[in-house]
């Protein structure tokens, strides 16, 4: 990122927020690492921001976070990616990463086109969607956090 | 033998019949129907709309594409690609299969863009190593004998065709981007602006784009305002990084032929900045890119990769696999 500074503003599911700066991308990976940590299945994690803001680099600490060793790289062209758990990570069930972006989608039927339906609130997946208020994310599923990068 | 292949893992509806007589290949039909313009106006491909025109156009092309000797087989991309669009191309070939008593063979759609090269009767020594970019894909592949591929660098965010896309959103430059940004380019400076070469030093053949595109957004306003140079000077870095590890790539499996494909290898930069280089440093590789028409999605390239799996025996069953939007090109379809 460059320059490095960014600010992040996050709402939870009960609607606090928090504000958090962030100095680097290696911060802003470590950042997303503590977010799966607090993962249990389940959540949807709504990410705003520009054109290199840094949604990639978050999502990269997330799925460090919940033990996958893939590379996270971006779901633009394919819309969507899936990267099965780390079944060696010990816990008794692994989660996926879901990441979306919605960036081409208008609908929530897109989304359905696509298949997310059925990894969105899945119990063995985290989601993380990124341009969540270009396909009506927002009024079908109520993230865990949802998070504006500037 | 005759080979009907269908190909609609993006924005293109492409339908082509490829014939085979004693290993020389006769192009038959290629069709290919594209979206660009409609989906110009949403600023990318939409999933929705691109499966609904490739069910308008499938038949339209599969009519014209049967006018003529039954085929033999039927091939068609299964992966990887949007959902939306993959699922109606395999649709219309399963039916087509069936109807017709002829087996269907799935292919790789970075499998088809290594086969381009097929085509044109380019003599191809093994081990050969291909360069596969476009909008979605950035990978080195080694192909240490034809079939066995395996990936020995990729992106690890964005695909370069990507970075050209959104690095023209970024200056406000029509989509698609990167006949956009190349054409801009060409009246601009590269070496007026300076801008990273990511990860040109790292000790392996894996890529990075996405911190180029963050660089061109946080150049100075007076900077971003040279459209040209900017264009110019992002191409050229992309180039020098594509290049640089290619040659990194060549060092390491001692290919012995270089190939190109997929929509960015149309671009006059990237081709020009090979042909210097592989002249200069190595001059007894021959390097072949494919004709414009064979760099973007096509159904011929799908019916070349489909002939060597063929004679390779090693067609699936059709009932063990489906389409695959993430089908790595070094892991068998399920």
């Not at chain 2, 003529?68 to 939306?84: E, F, N």
């Given at each position: ?6 600010t992040?503003t996050i ?20 950042f ?7 993962c ?7 990410l705003?921001g520009?054109l ?10 997330i ?15 394919v ?9 060696k ?6 989660l ?5 972006d ?9 989304l ?24 009506g994310?927002l009024?079908?599923?109520a993230?865990a956090?949802?998070i504006?990068?500037? | ?8 893992s ?5 339908i082509?019949?490829?014939?085979i ?5 006769t192009?038959?039909?290629?069709l ?7 989906h110009a106006?949403y ?20 009519k014209?594409?049967l ?21 109606t191309?395999?649709n219309?070939a399963?039916a087509l ?8 063979v799935p ?23 291909a ?5 979605g ?9 034809p ?10 965010d964005?695909?370069?065709?990507e970075?050209?896309d959104?690095?023209a959103k ?6 698609p981007?990167?006949p956009?940004v ?13 801008l ?6 790292s000790?392996?053949c894996d ?6 595109k ?10 971003r305002s ?7 000077s992002f ?8 290049v640089s590890?290619?040659?990194?790539a060549?060092r ?5 032929t ?8 149309a ?10 280089t ?5 001059p007894?590789i ?12 096509n ?19 059709a009932?063990?696999?489906k ?6 090109i ?5």
């Open positions: 990122m460059n320059p490095t500074e960014r992040l709402t939870d599911a009960l609607g606090n927020i928090h504000t958090v700066r962030i100095a680097s991308a290696e911060v802003m990976e470590g997303g690492e503590a977010l799966a940590a607090q249990k299945g389940g959540e949807l994690i709504a705003k520009d290199g803001a840094g949604k990639t680099t978050l999502t990269k600490g799925a460090r976070g919940l033990g996958i060793a893939e590379d996270i790289t971006s779901p633009t062209f819309l969507m990616k899936v990267y099965a758990g780390n079944k990570r010990g816990d008794s069930a692994p996926s990463l879901c990441h979306i919605a960036y081409r989608l208008s609908t929530w039927h897109d359905e086109a696509i298949g997310a339906d059925e990894y969105i609130g899945h119990p063995d997946t985290v989601t993380v969607i990124e341009w969540p208020e270009q396909a994310v009024e079908h599923c993230p956090w949802s504006a990068i500037v | 033998m005759r080979i009907l292949a269908i190909e609609t993006c924005d293109e509806t492409a082509a019949v490829l014939s007589e004693d290993g020389i290949f192009l038959e039909k290629n290919v129907s594209s979206q660009i313009s409609t106006q600023g990318g491909v939409v999933p929705e709309i691109a499966a609904r025109m490739h069910t308008e156009s499938l038949p339209l092309l599969l014209e594409a006018d003529g000797p039954r085929p033999d087989y039927c091939a068609v991309t299964a992966g990887p690609g949007l959902i939306t669009s993959l699922t191309g395999v219309a399963r299969s069936y109807s017709l008593g002829i087996p269907l292919v790789n759609h970075i499998e088809g863009h290594v086969a381009s090269n097929l085509l044109e009767g380019n003599a191809i020594e093994y081990p050969a190593l360069l596969i970019v476009s909008g894909h950035t990978e080195l592949i080694s192909i240490p004998e079939g066995h591929y395996i990936i020995i660098g990729k992106t690890r964005d695909a370069v065709g970075a050209f959104k690095v970024i200056l406000g430059l029509p989509y981007g990167g956009a190349s054409k801009c380019a060409e009246m601009g400076d590269a070496k007026s602006i300076s990273p070469r990511p990860m040109i030093e000790n392996d890529f990075s784009f996405s911190g180029l963050t660089a061109v957004r946080y150049l100075s306003e007076e900077e040279r459209v040209d140079d900017v264009c110019a191409q050229d870095a992309c180039v020098d990084v594509l590890k290619t040659l990194r060549l390491t499996t001692g290919a012995r270089l190939l190109f494909g997929g929509g960015v290898t671009n006059r930069a990237l081709r020009s900045a090979f042909t210097e592989m002249s200069r440093d190595f007894m021959p390097f072949y890119f494919p004709s414009l028409s064979y760099c973007t999605d159904a011929a390239m799908i019916a070349a990769a489909a002939y060597g799996i063929i004679t390779r025996g090693a067609i699936p069953p009932s063990s696999w389409p695959n939007p993430q089908w790595h070094d892991e068998p379809l399920v």
